[in-house]
């Protein structure tokens, strides 16, 4: 079932009123001039650290286990942008929910967008590989803006917060599918749409293979961009979206189509974190690491948080 976007008379009752608060404290800040946002989402991630000191845990595990190069100070220096940049992440959430569109083509620019075009020529529908970025929001607005697609997301718990993200996502796009929904991913791929699917996170046991990922041998591995593929027939790009170093604003990145596709479930799964791992290296400081990506390991292997 796709996501529906209607607003219900119970989200004004009294236990939903910290939520308006919230959302109407985010979408005052956003108002401000974007520069400032810069600095205020730095901040707000920095002073929020002290904070979250599992997920500065998860962050740090993560890091060591896939960058055993870096040294103490690469390590730190890299959880410290990390948080600056979670911090961005929330106020970018609150951009692409709230900001006009005018205002949102002011601060991007593209590279490749011919290539999802041309890979969506004669009507073939296209997977478009997403990753993780703190970003991830603004960059499904900004995508949207330029050729509007569906997205597959987890629905959210509350039911005033999916209303509000949907309404938000569905701003510059066509439609939300729940990732469980396989046949609604399917059928919207045969009918040549564009579909955003994102595999670097652990989604449990359960249809994954177990396969490397950066300097970590065993990483579990959704196979639902393999089984999708077969299914579908549809074409496969990355889309990508990070901050310019400048502070000039966001580059929305559109790669070629995947070619060399391989026909192995498990050699697909390898052959897929490869293409993640290349995108997370354009701006890793920017990458979701506070997520519990090697949560899941293979039978009668401790676990990698302890």
Known sequence: ?????????????????????????????????????QLLGSFLGSASRPFLKRRESIARKNIELCFPHYNDSQREKLISENFKSLGMGLLETGMAWFWPDQRVRK??????????????????????????????????????????????????NSALMEWVQTRGRMRSNKAMISRNNLRGMVGALKKGEAVWF???????????????????????????T???????????????????????????????EMANYPQDECEAAAFINKVIESEIMRAPEQYLWVHRRFKTRPQGEASLYV
């Open 1 to 37: 079932m796709l996501s529906q976007c209607k607003f219900e008379r119970a989200f004004l009752q009294p236990r939903h009123w910290l939520t308006w608060f919230g959302l109407g404290l985010l979408w005052l800040l956003v108002q401000l001039p974007y520069p400032v946002l």
């Open 107 to 156: 601060w991007f620019d593209v590279d490749g967008l011919h290539n999802l075009q041309r890979a969506q020529a004669n009507n073939r529908g296209v997977m478009v590989v997403g990753v993780h970025f703190m970003s991830l929001e603004l960059g499904g607005r900004v995508m949207g803006l330029c050729q509007p697609m569906m997205a597959t997301y987890r629905p959210h």
């Open 198 to 224: 994102a595999p670097d996170q652990d989604y449990g046991r359960k249809g994954s293979s177990f396969a490397p990922f950066f300097a970590v041998k065993d990483v579990c591995t959704t196979n639902g």
């Open 226 to 256: 393999f089984v999708i593929s077969r299914l579908s027939g549809a074409s496969m790009l990355t889309v990508t979206m990070i901050r310019k170093a400048d502070g000039s604003g966001y580059r929305l990145h559109i790669a070629p």
